[in-house]
């Protein structure tokens, strides 16, 4: 009966069906499933299914990003009750994530965030315009695996290198991997400043962080 | 010495893209989204304006919401033609609607470095070589700012590519990366020192600011009052959208005007409630999200049709506008870019946007490439001729031509060929030679445009500025630091 219930799942995902995922999984809980069963038997299947038809080029960054907003919604509704089991799910690392001070762009950072999310990060979405300290107060806060810094201009790309330096002052390197991307950003300047870890795209943005963490 | 400027004039291309009730829609849309939704404008200025004028203003989350009255009164105080002014006056740019002028693009921040070959970050002696460059070629009629000079402080960057623009070249300058009004009011100081104080810049703007809009339906706080900054002092101020469809606008392409529209006619309206019967522009670079990588696109058919269709929006509130065209997505100069570049400034210019954003830069406007600058020029040369059209009359039906030849003949010789064969296209990178020719060589568009840039960069020296004026650039600019 529960095999059911989990391809439902794992299609809602794939649809892209928020209130329907939400409403499966208060099926799930009022069935009495493990709702950590539900997430990775269910939910699980259908991101995953969505990455595969993504890099066959079968599905698009659209579809990758609903399927995000699904699973959050979906792993809100089950998380009280895996904190009453005390379970809970095995998270690739911790990401603080924001655009630097002065910058107000956002949609890249919010598009990186939601790909980290789905492909299993515990994400820290500071937002914009983000004061250098508040990323280190965040990452000692969570004990960040991954600081990520956004910048769209070319006058605000100098503060990921504040970021940094504060960081490094801060003692919190090298534990904590930082990774820059924006459009002004390039290779050459990410390794200037010492960043870990730079993507031009949130696709590969998510390879990164895999990678950053061993994962 | 200052250069001829080819503009596209007098055309005989027609396009209808979009019919009048589709323009009344899109307009209809917009106001309700400006008066239902809102638009984000975080600069106390810009929310102090829209209070007194009793627009709903939310202090919290900085949207504003006008009613649509509001917004059609303002704009209708908007001239719709002025010029841009250059130094050399003979360079001016009168934006009537019946010309179109082509800029530098902007703003990259990598170039492909002439003699190297090898990419490299930007600087302010590119700003300055490309400036040089651009005053040579007859088709760029004004700059942008290239390239960024990240070897200069973000506080000042701005101010030090304006004096290096101006120092290498006499035509007009349009800034776009101007982002604070400490910055505006420099620029401003700067422009007034070239024309002879500030009375004589509202007569002849040899400065216009151009500011990027924050979608979906916002803009940026120090972008707006930069801009409140330059239309205080009458320069041309403009607004320009890169909605992106699925990402930061709808799916839909007139969804997408709709939000781009929002954001432009509200900025502009902003304006005229400041500064009544300012110049101002609209401006715009639309384009779809690439939905495999979510970046920008930098061309695809939806940015030609999008070219095309919002210069009727521009000319429905009677302002002129700034297009994106030209920008590839291409790596290299190459097929991508040579596609790209021509269909979007063909679809632009058949509608006759005023200006075209801009020649020279490839990745999306990241990357400058010198080769891909001159073959740009080569492509509105194209897109010129093609303007004109095809003149029907006496002269041009050569009826007396064709007897003297008759059957079998031909034109050659004919004293009605040497009177209308300059008229004719004359390439300077196609290759039109014989197969041999090509085969001993094996070189083509892109070696003859490195070696003309090479060449230019060489040989062509501007204008000078007057050196008391760069000596006041420099107090200026340190006066702001």
Known sequence: MSTELFQKMAQSVIDGEVELAEELARQALAQGIDPLAAINEG?????????????????????????????????????????????????????????????????????VATMLS?????????????????????????????????????????????????????????????????????????????????????????????QLVGA | MARNIQSITNPRLRLEILSPEDVRRIHTATLDVIESVGVRFPSERALDIWAAHGAQVDRESTVVKAPGHLIEEALKKAPP????????????????????????????????????????????????????????????????????????????RSLWELAAIWEN??????????????????????????????????????????????????HDGGSLDAALVAAEFGLPTGFMTMTSCASTAPATLAGNLVVGNAEVISGLALIQLAYPGAPVFYAAAQTVMDLRTGGYTGGGPEDFLFGAATNVLSD???????MGSFATGAKTANWQAGIENSLSTFMASIVMSDMLLGVGLLHGSRIWSYEQMLLDCEIFGIVRKMMEGIVVDDETLALDAIRAVGPGGNFLSQKHTKRHMRELWVPRYFDRRPYNVWEERQDGAWEWAHE???????????????????AEFRRIIASVA
């Open chain 1, 43 to 111: 939910f699980v299947v259908g991101v995953n299914t969505v990455g595969d038809q993504f890099a066959c080029g079968e599905m698009f960054l659209p579809d990758l990003v609903l399927a995000g907003e699904v699973m959050k919604a979906a792993v809100a509704i089950l998380e009280p009750e895996m904190a009453r089991r005390g379970t809970h799910r095995e998270m690739l690392g911790q990401v603080v994530i924001g655009t630097v001070e002065g910058d107000i762009h956002d949609i890249g950072k919010t598009l």
């Open chain 1, 118 to 210: 789905a492909s299993g990060f515990q994400v820290y979405d500071l937002g914009v315009d983000v004061p250098i300290a508040r990323f280190v107060e965040k990452a000692q806060e969570v004990k960040a695996n991954i600081v990520g810094l956004s910048a769209l201009l070319t006058t605000t790309m100098v503060r990921q290198k504040d970021v940094i330096e504060a960081l490094e002052e801060a003692g919190l390197r090298p534990q904590v991997k930082v990774m820059v991307g924006g459009a002004p950003v390039t290779r050459g300047w990410a390794n200037e400043i010492g960043a870990d870890g730079y993507s031009e795209d949130a696709i590969g943005a998510v390879a990164v962080a895999r």
């Open chain 2, 81 to 156: 033609a002025y010029i841009l002014a250059a130094r050399d006056p003979a360079q001016d740019l009168p934006l009537d609607g019946n010309h179109v002028f082509v800029g530098t693009d902007g703003c990259g921040v990598e170039v492909l470095d002439l003699e190297s070959g090898q990419r490299r970050r930007s600087c302010l002696q590119d700003v300055a070589d490309i400036a040089r460059v651009g005053d040579y070629t007859e088709e760029v009629a004004f700059h942008w700012v290239a390239v960024s000079a990240q070897d200069y402080p973000p506080q000042t």
């Open chain 2, 169 to 218: 070249s006499t035509k007009h300058a349009q800034t776009e990366s101007i982002y604070s009004e400490r910055e505006a009011r420099a620029a401003v100081e700067m422009a007034a020192a070239i024309v002879g104080g500030k009375e004589a810049l509202r007569q002849r703007p040899v400065l216009s600011v151009m500011e990027c809009t924050a979608p979906p339906l916002g």
């Open chain 2, 316 to 322: 429905f509130y009677n302002v002129p506008l700034s």
């Open chain 2, 452 to 470: 003309e840039a090479r060449r230019i960069l060489a040989t062509h020296q501007p204008d000078p500025l007057d050196p008391t004026l760069s």
